[in-house]
């Protein structure tokens, strides 16, 4: 069965579980039986019927595209992270300074 990381934002859903191991051969019968252990945990991964924009999903190291139908391997190990964004909006105005 596929092995979950559960990220420390969602371990408030878990009672602290770090990780679980359930079953699914997809990612989104993974989610769903996320939500049927932990109620809440599709809302924070999910929005209709998509992964939500800020959070990526790792399958054994490697970036998904987000396919909730995408199959996944019996001995699978998923992580739920969020999307590191950031950075300025605007480049700092460039500053000749000179030494006096």
């Known amino acids: 069965m596929p092995h979950v990381a559960i990220p420390s934002l969602l371990r408030n859903l878990t009672d ?39 959070i990526a999903v790792y399958v054994n190291g490697i970036l998904t595209r987000g396919a909730i139908r995408e199959r996944i391997a019996e001995d699978a190990e998923i992580h739920f992270l969020p999307a590191i964004g950031g950075g300025m909006s605007e480049p700092l105005p460039h500053q000749d300074s000179e030494l006096t």
């Not at 051969?25 to 599709?42: A, C, F, Q, S, W």
């Open 16 to 54: 602290g579980e770090e990780s679980v191991t359930l079953p699914g051969t997809t990612i989104r019968e993974v989610i769903d039986n996320l939500e049927h252990r932990y109620p809440g945990m599709k809302a924070r991964l999910c929005e209709a019927d998509r992964i939500k924009p800020g």
